[in-house]
Nanobody, 123 residues
Framework: QVQLVESGGGLVQAGGSLRLSCVAS????????MGWFRQAPGKEREFVASISRTGEITYYSDSVKGRFTISRDDGKNTVYLQMNSLKPEDTAVYYC????????????????WGQGTQVTVSS
């Protein structure tokens, strides 16, 4: 499995920005599609964004499309989630996940998960 460590969460006002990072280790990073998911209190974990091994294919949930951008730097074994125009409803624990080979939006298909980073957006 891939070991994943997220960082970059915090408290931000509505309309602000944050960039989450997820550093991978233990396997060849370029063999893995990567994804970001989130879970708000009392809610199920939901898909946010994912990126293919090459970075050519990206997917976004409708709720974040146009505001969030996923990217990857294979030289640093890192995937990023740039979050702009944040809203209070974006408040959640954000998780990074890795899936061997093909990209997907399905959480159950991802093999490895990080511990999560808290994002809180105040109104």
């Amino acid at each position: 499995q891939v070991q994943l460590v997220e960082s970059g969460g915090g408290l931000v006002q509505a309309g602000g920005s944050l960039r989450l990072s997820c550093v991978a280790s233990g396997r060849t990073f370029s063999n893995y599609a990567m994804g970001w998911f989130r879970q708000a209190p009392g809610k199920e974990r939901e898909f946010v964004a994912s990126i293919s091994r090459t970075g050519e294919i990206t997917y976004y949930s409708d709720s974040v499309k146009g505001r969030f951008t996923i990217s990857r730097d294979d030289g640093k074994n890192t995937v990023y989630l740039q979050m702009n125009s944040l809203k209070p409803e974006d408040t959640a624990v954000y998780y990074c996940a890795a899936k061997y080979r093909s990209v997907t939006i399905v959480a159950l298909a991802f093999d490895s998960w990080g511990q999560g980073t808290q994002v809180t957006v105040s109104s």
